[in-house]
């Protein structure tokens, strides 16, 4: 059977995590340990509360040698809310000081010009041509709970992987919603909580495994 680990550091939200994967037909394990991250089929970092907390608490359980490791073997790994917000090179959150991320992706998360904060609810996405993430489901929406994104994408192609795929949603500002970035996929939304659209998106990255 597949088998994926959601990565245990300390954030919340993973339990509901775990439910929303089990439907797909994988067995799941929320754990920190680091050799059964490493080596599962899938890797799922969940994040839910302040960038550099979540930073700080991946960095304990190595968890950014961890990602490090997997996406450099083409190993599938999914980050949701802010664990996608921490694969990116850093976060502006909290009085604009610079809190460093993991670097995946070069551009910056910063706070969603919009009068109401946090956005909390559903949205809409406008999805790239061909993405598998939302592969029968491009038109639907999906539930977020955020205040800071991010709200640019410059990374150069890599020959090693095809061209990222950018998912997009506006809420004030316009901002990166998802990626899918070779064995690197995130999504700003919480897939969890998003109903039946959520739970066909995790049997799409599923599908991947």
């Known amino acids: 059977m597949t088998n994926v680990v959601v990565l245990d550091y300390g954030s ?3 339990r509901s995590a775990a439910k929303a994967l089990e439907t797909t037909g994988v067995a799941v394990e929320v754990t920190s340990d ?11 970092v969940p994040g839910v509360g302040a960038f550099a907390a979540c930073i700080a608490g991946l960095n304990s359980v190595r968890g950014d040698q961890i990602i490090e490791r997997r996406i450099a073997g083409g190993r599938p790994v999914l ?12 976060s502006q959150e909290h009085a604009q000081d610079m809190h460093l991320g993991l670097d995946q992706w070069p551009d910056v998360v910063k706070a969603l010009d919009a009068p109401v904060l946090p956005q909390m609810g559903w949205n809409t996405v ?10 029968g489901i491009a038109d639907q929406r999906f ?21 990222a795929k950018v998912t997009w949603a506006e ?9 899918e970035n070779g064995p690197l996929w995130a999504t700003q939304f919480h897939p969890e909580k998003s109903g039946d659209a959520g ?3 995790l049997g799409n990255w599923v599908q991947t495994l």
């Open 199 to 201: 739970l066909a998106l």
């Open 34 to 44: 680091f050799d059964q991250a490493i080596n599962a089929d899938g890797l799922v």
């Open 171 to 179: 809420y004030g500002s316009r901002f990166v919603a998802a990626v």
């Open 79 to 90: 980050g949701i809310c802010v664990g996608m917000q921490v694969l990116f090179a850093g």
């Open 143 to 163: 539930y977020f709970v955020h205040s800071y994104a991010a709200q640019s994408w410059t990374l150069r192609e890599d020959a090693h992987y095809r061209p």
């Open 126 to 135: 406008e999805v790239p041509d061909d993405s598998q993430m939302f592969q």
């Open 12 to 14: 919340g939200n993973l």
